[in-house]
Every structure is written in structure tokens, then in C-alpha cells.
């Protein structure tokens, strides 16, 4: 996640827990309902397909790199959705632009790591040159120039 995402993601946390310590009482009881309705909208942009995808993937080495990847960068879902009934109108007008900014630059990243990865399963391919054996594994591996595919 860049520092710019990794920001704004603390400043949103930083006002949802003063919105929610300030208006406590009030947003337990009985929360706004248009911003329930944006703020559940926003949530719902987020790509869960695409942050659930690696879970169905078969097990590989890919498959344990994406899952790391985006726990490093603190994509998954209960880090960036925010609870919709704890927010009051005043701080919901304050970072609506900025947690959309922040769905939509998570969508990307999701997006990144899925097609980085493809989630295929390794492959091991064996090449010969002279005598010399090499193995090589890959989600699409490939002889090194001047080696031929042994089998």
C-alpha cells in the first residue's frame, strides 16, 4: 500500500473512532439513515470477488504470495470497510470523498495482485543443455535461451 493510501486509511480510522466517541450514544440508537445508505453503498464498491478470488484458487506458492500481499498491504475488507451505524452525518460529510478515494484505490490494488499472480498452479519443467540439467518452476515456465525441454 503507498504511504499516500496508508494516510488516508489511518485518518479515516482516526475519524470514524472520533465520530464514534463523540456521538456514541446517539449512533447506537438510532443511526442517520442517508448515511447509512452512502455509507453502506461505498462498502459495497468494494470488490469482494476480487479479494475472495485467492481463497478459491488452488493451493500454490501464488496463491500464499497474494494472500500475503494483500494482508501486507491491509486490503481485506475488515480493515478498510467502516461500520455504516457508528458514523454521524457531520463526520460522514467530513470523509465521504475520502473513503470512496480509498475503495477505489483498494479495487486497483485488488486488481493488481489477482493479475500479478493468476493464480495458476506452478508447473515444473525440466531443460537440457550439454549434459546440464536445470529445473525450472513457474506458472509459465520457459527454457532459458540455448536450453531445450527434456520432458
Request: charged share 25%.
Amino acid at each position: 500500500m503507498t504511504k499516500g493510501l496508508k494516510a488516508l486509511v489511518c485518518l479515516l480510522m482516526g475519524l470514524s473512532v472520533v465520530a464514534t466517541s463523540v456521538n456514541l450514544a446517539h449512533a447506537q440508537t438510532k443511526p442517520d439513515p442517508k448515511v447509512l445508505k452512502e455509507c453502506e453503498a461505498v462498502n459495497k464498491g468494494y470488490d469482494m470477488a476480487s479479494f475472495w478470488l485467492w481463497k478459491s484458487a488452488p493451493v500454490s506458492k501464488n496463491r500464499d504470495l497474494a494472500m500475503a500481499e494483500i494482508e501486507k498491504k491491509g486490503l481485506g475488507p475488515g480493515v478498510l470497510l467502516i461500520d455504516c451505524n457508528k458514523i454521524d452525518s457531520k463526520a460522514w460529510k467530513s470523509m465521504k470523498n475520502d473513503y470512496i478515494a480509498v475503495i477505489k484505490s483498494a479495487n486497483a490494488e485488488l486488481t493488481k495482485i489477482i493479475t500479478k499472480y493468476k493464480f495458476l498452479p506452478t508447473v515444473k519443467l525440466t531443460c537440457v543443455k550439454n549434459g546440464k540439467i536445470t529445473k525450472i518452476e513457474s506458472t509459465d515456465p520457459k527454457c532459458p535461451k540455448g536450453y531445450k525441454k527434456l520432458y
